[in-house]
Every structure is written in C-alpha cells, then in structure tokens.
C-alpha cells in the first residue's frame, strides 16, 4: 500500500541520514525533506569536494521517471543555491532495484553512463539493493 510505502522510505531516510557514509564516504546531510519549488527533496547533502547531492529514495523499484524529479530538485540547488561557479550538483537514486528504462535515461544523459552499486552491507533492516549516481556530463 501507499501507506507502507511511505513508512519503508522514511525508515530508509531515518537511516540514511544517522548513517550517509555507508552511501558515500565524505558526505554530509544538510537537509532532510530540504523545501523546494518543486517539492522536497529526500536527503541534501554536501561531499567532500564541497559539491551538492541530491539523494532520492525509492522503496522499491526506480523507474525512468525518477530522472524528471531528480532534475527538477538538481536545477533547484544549481539555481539557487551554487556559492561559487565551479561547484557542482550531482544525484545519488537510491532503489532496491532499477528499471531498464531508467538504465538508459541514465547513460543517455550521463558522460559515464549508469553506474549500480550492489549494497555490500544491509543499511539496518533495509537494504539497498542499487544506487545509482547520477553526474550530469
């Protein structure tokens, strides 16, 4: 149901943000839920390069359309929030498993194609299955 949906992400964002270095090493929440424009987005984070994630969280599986959302809250941070031009925006999709159509939205748009990350570890009582980082060429 939609209802268990919503409690297997916030579970995996309560997690995700005690924990983000289990995602990648030198990140740095900075906002849970952080307000946009165009709705919130999951997780903010900053890494050790001082560049802006934008994580998004599925439950379950993550379809092509996740890109578009994704879009939207990274053109919001490039927009909004860059201190100095050289930073960057990129995004880390977070799913148990990915959809083929989403594999080629990503490599499509990407200078280094779609790049899946098998858990090594479970994240608590939910493991991830992929991250998919998202660096736009």
């Known amino acids: 149901s939609e209802y268990d949906a919503q409690i297997s992400e916030k579970l995996l964002e309560d997690f995700l943000e005690k924990n ?11 906002g849970r839920q952080y307000p946009t424009v165009t709705g919130p987005i999951d997780l903010l984070c900053r890494d050790k390069s001082n560049s802006f994630v934008v994580i ?34 990129r995004a880390i999709i977070v799913s148990r498993d990915v959809d083929k159509k989403l594999e080629m939205a990503v490599a499509a748009w990407c200078a ?26």
Do not use: H, W
């Open 20 to 30: 983000i270095e289990q995602l990648e090493k030198g990140l740095t929440v900075i």
């Open 56 to 89: 998004e969280l599925k439950k379950g599986r993550a379809y092509d359309k996740v890109i578009g959302q994704t879009l939207r809250y990274m053109g919001f941070v490039k927009t909004n929030m860059l201190e100095k031009k050289e930073q960057r925006v």
């Open 112 to 137: 280094s194609g779609i790049a899946t990350v098998p858990a090594a570890e479970p994240l608590g009582t939910y493991c991830i299955g992929t991250a998919v980082f998202v660096s736009p060429a």
